[in-house]
């Protein structure tokens, strides 16, 4: 693979999930140097050794916890100067109807889907915003943009998401940070696990394919931005 990303300093969270663990690989066949999170400390030292990551460049943690988060900061630039791209492929999913839906549900999809980023942000964007330049990509699922039944909190979670970034996108104007949101549709990843709903996983979106969609945009050009992109299983195309 052609090293488009060499040199560029890329923390991915969430990389021991479907999407993440695929865009790692992608990533760094690309040239570039990765610091991997995630919950699972056993999964995250596998997919830093297939990506050749040293364990230094990797931290479990709870994205929700802001102790967790600023030490998260500190270890990262301990080992790297600067970042040049932040993938958000972190998150839960909790499909219930509202009647089933308790308060404790909800809020933990806030936290992990909506308040997690936010510590993220707060964490690594004001090292952007010194070099006047990044890219923060955000993956707030098609659900964020076209809401279905059984999605109350999960939607809540991820409308706030893009709007929280629309407006952190406004006050970057005069920088060159940019921000897209990934809508991605079905994707056969372990987010199905354990959500008691019947789906057709064979004609859903790969993983690879939606790492590759981020990939993707890790590649555009400094004078672009894409601001936006949905991607969604052929069959069920929601917009």
């Not at 364990?55 to 270890?75: G, H």
């Not at 219930?96 to 992990?112: A, C, I, R």
Request: with cysteine; charged share 20%.
């Amino acid at each position: 693979m052609i090293e488009t990303l060499n040199g560029k300093n890329v923390l991915i969270v969430g990389a021991t999930g479907g999407i993440g663990s695929a865009v790692a690989r992608l990533l760094a066949g690309s040239g570039g140097r990765l610091f991997l999170t995630g919950r699972n400390e056993q999964k995250l030292q596998v997919v830093a050794k297939e990506n050749s990551v040293p364990a230094e460049r990797t931290f479990a943690l709870d994205i929700s916890q802001p102790a967790a988060v600023n030490e998260l900061k500190e270890k990262y630039f301990q080992q790297l100067d600067a970042i040049d791209i932040l993938v958000n492929a972190a998150g839960i999913g909790i499909i219930k109807s509202v009647e089933n839906l308790t308060e404790v549900d909800f809020l933990k999809t806030l936290n992990y889907n909506l308040y997690a980023p936010f510590l993220l942000i707060k964490a690594f964007l004001p090292a952007m915003k010194e070099i006047k330049k990044g890219l923060i990509i955000n993956i707030p699922g098609i659900l964020g943009k076209v809401p279905m039944a059984g999605a109350a909190a999960y939607s809540a979670s991820k409308y706030g998401l893009v709007g929280m970034m629309q407006s952190i996108r406004e006050e970057l104007k005069r920088t060159d940070i940019r921000i897209t949101n990934l809508f991605l549709g079905g994707v056969d990843s372990p987010f199905w696990d354990n959500i008691d709903l019947k789906v057709q996983r064979e004609k859903m979106i790969q993983a690879e394919e939606a790492a590759k969609a981020i990939w993707f945009l890790c590649q555009q050009p400094s004078s672009g931005v894409v601001s936006e992109m949905v991607l969604q299983p052929f069959n069920h195309q929601a917009i």
